[in-house]
T-cell receptor, first 112, second 112 residues
Framework: DAGVTQSPTHLIKTRGQQVTLRCSPKSGHDTVSWYQQALGQGPQFIFQYYEEEERQRGNFPDRFSGHQYPNYSSELNVNALLLGDSALYLC???????????FGPGTRLLVL | EDQVTQSPEALRLQEGESSSLNCSYTVSGLRGLFWYRQDPGKGPEFLFTLYSAGEEKEKERLKATLTKKESFLHITAPKPEDSATYLCAVQAWMDSSYKLIFGSGTRLLVRP
């Protein structure tokens, strides 16, 4: 049974560029949440998708946007990258109505 | 303000030396408290979910407990492979929905 998968594993971008990160949820899960984790900090909630719509959003600017596809996979898009966007981006999946979230391995983004 | 505080920030133990990690929280409408383990450069791995004061859960050398204001993760006779960052998170009612709020984690190093 495949767990949560994310791609790519690592990414290097320059300031002002745009990036797209991808996530496939654990089999049987229908809800995807995205988190940003800076070095030495706990994950910070970005947003959550269910039934192809953004259902919840954390304290992140509109430069961060997302999408969920009918097969429940999801994308995180970040526009106009800033140096401060350098972090580990984590995707977590869950089953609607169940609280436990399972995390993928993350995408390490470096903005130069 | 809803927040989660973990202590200590870092902990060094000798193999076999038992100890406890603390997670204190100030949130409204707690729905659940979660413990995760995170190895360097990887995504968090789910350990436990606790829902009500007095609840306890065990897994191998780990035991999690919950009170109305804090949770403890007890590590009995730890081994070097238990070295990791342990993250605590609470699911709290915020902005008309439940959100997962993480602490900054406790970095545990177990020496042989």
């Amino acid at each position: 049974d495949a767990g949560v998968t994310q791609s790519p594993t690592h990414l290097i971008k320059t300031r002002g560029q745009q990036v797209t990160l991808r996530c496939s949820p654990k089999s049987g899960h229908d809800t995807v949440s995205w988190y940003q984790q800076a070095l030495g900090q706990g994950p910070q909630f970005i947003f959550q998708y269910y039934e192809e719509e953004e259902r919840q959003r954390g304290n992140f600017p509109d430069r961060f946007s997302g999408h969920q596809y009918p097969n429940y996979s999801s994308e995180l898009n970040v526009n106009a990258l800033l140096l401060g966007d350098s972090a580990l981006y984590l995707c977590a999946s869950s089953l609607r109505g169940k609280e436990t979230q399972y995390f993928g391995p993350g995408t390490r983004l470096l903005v130069l | 303000e809803d927040q989660v505080t973990q202590s200590p920030e870092a902990l060094r133990l000798q193999e076999g030396e038992s100890s406890s990690l603390n997670c204190s929280y100030t949130v409204s409408g707690l729905r659940g408290l979660f413990w995760y383990r995170q190895d360097p450069g990887k995504g968090p791995e789910f350990l436990f979910t606790l829902y009500s004061a007095g609840e306890e859960k065990e897994k191998e050398r780990l035991k999690a407990t919950l009170t109305k204001k804090e949770s403890f993760l007890h590590i009995t006779a730890p081994k070097p492979e238990d070295s990791a960052t342990y993250l605590c998170a609470v699911q709290a009612w915020m902005d008309s929905s439940y959100k997962l709020i993480f602490g900054s984690g406790t970095r545990l190093l177990v020496r042989p």
